[in-house]
Nanobody, 119 residues
Framework: VQLVESGGGLVQAGGSLRLSCAAS????????MAWYRQTPGKQRELVAI???????NYGDSVKGRFTISRDYAKNTTNLQMNSLKPEDTGVYYC??????????????WGQGTQVTVSV
């Protein structure tokens, strides 16, 4: 299972960005999908997660500003980020709990996409 993120970039504080993550592979199924971010000197932190039944959870610092969504038919997840702040700067990673048919459930990670928010 491969995860590929897109949509990162440079934006001014108060602006918006939309990240996308597409899962691909042969004969696989996906459970939850999530976004994490990593900033220098900090541990990777959960930004948002969406389950197979559409339930969502967000990190405290992004509640009310970020929205995670999912297209189950296309095996994609999006992260709409509004009212961006400089502290949102970091590398954003897509993660999915998935398995190839007949295999074990495993965590898969994308390569990450850089988000930079300027003052």
């Amino acid at each position: 299972v491969q995860l590929v993120e897109s949509g990162g970039g440079l934006v001014q504080a108060g602006g918006s960005l939309r990240l996308s993550c597409a899962a691909s592979g042969t004969f696989f199924e996906i459970n939850g999908m999530a976004w994490y971010r990593q900033t220098p000197g900090k541990q990777r932190e959960l930004v948002a997660i969406i389950s197979t039944d559409g339930n969502t959870n967000y990190g405290d610092s992004v509640k009310g500003r970020f929205t995670i969504s999912r297209d189950y038919a296309k095996n994609t997840t999006n992260l709409q980020m509004n009212s961006l702040k400089p502290e949102d700067t970091g590398v954003y990673y897509c993660k999915s709990l998935a398995r190839e048919y007949g295999g074990r459930w495993l965590d898969y990670w994308g390569q990450g996409t850089q988000v930079t928010v300027s003052v």
